[in-house]
């Protein structure tokens, strides 16, 4: 018989754990930063726009950052090691798509793609990696896409292109981060009801292509927020570097 598991990552005691959601505005980062504070954690909710009134649980503290720029990515660790201590999750949500084909994609926009989702993503884990590491617990979920595995649906080349990268990132941090009691994962939705997903969707009749799926509608935010839930728990301590499909069956690898 085998002998029963021993706890990893038991529950720390004491006060509750701070996490930091990017794109918190977004419909997806929204829906996981409300998630979070369900759990009990603190939330930081970082975006480049501020919250529309009354749309956001008023226990969210927000900071305005681009995550693009260092400067900003800089001042919003301070400002949150200022209100709460060190940070222990980060929720990579920022990201913007673009559904320009390959032709007509100016450089200004290949780099904005790349730069929110993947530098943006590099950028904020460094600058809050310092607290996991003193810690000896962290949780980082980077939001890639089924585009990451495969090919955007609806977006275009750089965004399949910085999707795939969010993917390396999480892969090759994960080995490095693994042994200082840090996890790095990445989630990759398909089709959500959300504003980008509908933006995006052109001539394309969305809810007709998701009634075609194996689960035959659009995903909900509340469903990402779900699994971001638990990949940020003790619970998940043992998976890291993973690449988690929630896409109906769209794309199943
Ligand atoms: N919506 C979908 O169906 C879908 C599917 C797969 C993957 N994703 C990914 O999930 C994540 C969230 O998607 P969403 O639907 O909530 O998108 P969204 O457009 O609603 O939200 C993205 C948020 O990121 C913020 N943001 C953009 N640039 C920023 C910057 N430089 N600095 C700080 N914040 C910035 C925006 O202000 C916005 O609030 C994105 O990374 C997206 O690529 C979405």
Redesign the pocket.
């Known amino acids: 018989m085998m002998p029963a598991p021993e706890v990893v990552d038991p529950p720390v005691a004491g006060a509750p754990r701070v996490a930091v959601v ?9 829906a996981c930063a409300r998630a979070l504070l369900e759990d009990g954690y603190r939330v930081a909710a ?4 501020p919250p529309a009134p009354g749309d956001h649980p008023p226990q969210l503290a927000w900071f305005r ?5 260092p400067a ?1 990515v800089t001042r919003s660790r301070e400002q949150v090691a200022e209100r709460w201590g060190p940070v222990a999750i980060l929720v ?6 673009r559904a320009s084909r390959f032709a007509q994609i100016s450089l200004d926009e290949w780099r904005h793609v790349l ?3 993947l530098t ?1 993503s590099f950028l904020m884990t460094q600058a809050f990696l310092p607290d996991m590491r003193a810690a000896g617990f962290g949780r980082v979920i980077n ?5 990451g595995k495969n090919v955007s649906t609806l977006a275009g080349v750089h ?1 399949t292109t910085a ?1 795939a990268g969010v993917l390396g990132l999480t892969r090759a941090l994960a080995k490095e981060l693994g042994p200082s009691g840090i996890t790095v994962n990445a989630v ?5 009801e ?4 509908r933006s995006l969707a052109g001539d394309l009749d969305l809810d007709a292509y998701a009634g075609s799926l194996p689960v035959p509608r659009l ?1 909900q ?1 509340w469903e ?1 927020a779900a699994l971001v839930s638990y990949l940020v728990s003790d619970r998940a301590g043992y998976v890291t570097g993973a690449a988690l499909d929630i896409n109906g069956g769209e794309l199943m690898t």
């Open positions: 990017t794109g918190a505005r977004g419909n997806l980062g929204a970082v975006d480049l726009f950052a681009d995550v693009t720029v900003d990579n949500a920022a990201g913007v798509a730069d929110v989702s943006g939001f890639s896409s089924t585009a965004y999707k990759c939705p398909g089709l959500f959300t504003e980008m997903a995903g935010p990402v």
